[in-house]
């Protein structure tokens, strides 16, 4: 089973929100965005629902600062999250992980993480783009589904074949560039 949590900061501590707004109305000129909220997701699996249970108001949120939910509040706002890339470090992911199993004293759970922006404005197409834009490093992330996961297994091809360049250390430049081509 993989459970999913919501975290926000609460309004007294949202500061890398209004960060994000004061950023996208100032930088990007998007005077129409009103609000920004952000949430940090995470998905766990591999956990027992007691561990889980006791690792929520301890690893993955602060109960003084942090709101929990499990499930997302989002009407009236456009909503997007943003992920890493697989294969990029997930600093927040890891170190969650990390936590469980200390806490649990057994093995380590899978965790992934997403940040979710929930945007309140009278937004067009071309600022949601120009938004996203401005959040997402597309060398480290991605946007996310915002579909829960049956599993956070990740399903990779592996290649039946690989191609074998025959004779490369002897090819001319003409050769080298027809292989660059293919």
Do not use: W
């Not at 592996?158 to 081509?181: N, Q, R, W």
Request: net charge negative; charged share 30%.
């Amino acid at each position: 089973m993989v459970y999913r949590l919501f975290v926000e900061k609460k309004p007294a501590y949202r500061q890398e929100a209004e960060a994000i707004l004061s950023d996208i109305r100032s930088f990007l000129g998007v005077k129409a965005l009103e609000e920004v909220r952000l949430i940090n997701r995470y998905d766990v699996e591999n956990i027992d629902p007691a561990v889980m249970a006791q690792c929520t108001s301890t690893v993955f949120s602060e109960p003084q600062v942090d709101d929990v939910s499990a499930e997302l509040d989002a009407e009236g706002y456009r909503v997007f999250a943003t992920e890493y890339l697989p294969g990029q470090f997930d600093q927040r992911a890891d170190s969650a992980a990390q936590c469980v199993q200390l806490v649990s004293q057994g093995d380590r759970p899978d965790v992934r993480t997403a940040k979710v922006y929930l945007l309140k404005g009278e937004l067009s197409e071309e600022d949601m783009a120009a938004i996203k834009k401005h959040l997402m490093n597309p060398v480290e992330s991605r946007e996310a589904s915002l579909e829960p996961f049956e599993t956070l297994k990740m399903k990779t091809d592996l290649p039946t074949t690989v191609p074998v360049i025959e004779g490369f250390i002897h090819m001319d430049e003409a050769a080298l560039a027809g292989v660059v081509k293919d």
